[in-house]
């Protein structure tokens, strides 16, 4: 198993339903450790950018006024295979096919409004981390 950082972001919808401490929790009771965090207003321009990815697809404009429609909170998460642990942890993107017990499952209204997103792949998370933490956002745990 190699250690691994990845991005998580739990949206606007997640805020807006105070699942902060609980999404967290779930992190850190999977033996994942938050090293970066930030609380912020996504412009119009850093969703796009962002989500650049997805700018053909038909839900790309919907899914730039979702991710700025109020406050996200940005995390990195350390671990051993950060990036499958937190996809496992999140649940499918369609929260009607998400398993059990996960966040989406538990959590997301819809497809669109699925209150987290988490990197796909160790070379994403490297990419996205950078968008939001870059200039020594990241802190190494020490102990
Ligand atoms: P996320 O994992 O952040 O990646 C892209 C986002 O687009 C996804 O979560 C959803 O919030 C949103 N989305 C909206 N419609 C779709 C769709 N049909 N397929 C995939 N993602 C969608």
Known sequence: MAVEQTLSIIKPDGI??????EIVSRFENAGLEVVAARMMHLSK???????VVHKERPFFDDLI???TSGPVFVQALQGDDAVARNREIMGATDPSDADPGTIRADHAAS???NVVHGSDAA???????AFFFADNGVCPRTR
Request: net charge negative; proline share 0%.
């Open 123 to 129: 070379e994403t998370a490297a990419v996205e981390i």
């Open 45 to 51: 321009e850093q969703a796009q950018e962002f989500y």
């Open 65 to 67: 006024k979702y991710m």
């Open 111 to 113: 497809i669109e409004e």
């Open 16 to 21: 807006q339903k105070n699942l902060i401490g």
